[in-house]
C-alpha cells in the first residue's frame, strides 16, 4: 500500500513563499517520477511540476516556470514543491502523485498514486 501525505499548505500574502512536502510510504520512492497537480474552486485538476526518479530532470508549468522549484530527496522519501511569488491566481488545493514510470509525465492519468492535497491559499 503506497501513501502519500502533503503538509506546508496554508495562508500567503501575493509576494510571499511557501514549501511544500510529499512523504512517500510504502514502496521504494526512488523507483518513481513524482508530481505536484492542483485544482482552484470551480476549475479541474491541472499539472504543475514533476521531477524523475533520480531528480535529475524536472518540469515546470508555464504558469508556474521560474517562480516554483520541484526537488527530492530519496533519502528521506519525500518531495517538495518551493514556491515563491506567490500569486492570487495559484490559490488551489495543491496534490502530489506518484508515477511507476520513470520519464517526465504531466498527463494525470500516468500517475498511480495520489495524496489527499493540502490547501494553498493567497491573498491579494
Known amino acids: 500500500q503506497v501513501q502519500l501525505v502533503e503538509s506546508g499548505g496554508g495562508l500567503v500574502q501575493a509576494g510571499g513563499s511557501l514549501r511544500l512536502s510529499c512523504e512517500i510510504s510504502g514502496r521504494t520512492f526512488k523507483d518513481y517520477t513524482m508530481g505536484w497537480f492542483r485544482q482552484a474552486p470551480g476549475k479541474e485538476r491541472e499539472f504543475v511540476s514533476a521531477?524523475?526518479?533520480?531528480?535529475?530532470?524536472?518540469y515546470h508549468a508555464d504558469s508556474v516556470k521560474g517562480r516554483f522549484t520541484i526537488s527530492r530527496d530519496n533519502t528521506k522519501n519525500t518531495m517538495y514543491l518551493q514556491m515563491n511569488s506567490l500569486k492570487p491566481e495559484d490559490t488551489a488545493v495543491y496534490y502530489c502523485?506518484?508515477?511507476?514510470?520513470?520519464?517526465?509525465?504531466?498527463?494525470?492519468?500516468?500517475?498511480?498514486?495520489w495524496g489527499q492535497g493540502t490547501q494553498v491559499t493567497v491573498s491579494s
Open positions: 502523485a506518484a508515477d511507476r514510470t520513470r520519464g517526465i509525465a504531466t498527463a494525470q492519468a500516468r500517475y498511480d498514486y
Open positions: 521531477v524523475t526518479w533520480s531528480g535529475g530532470i524536472t
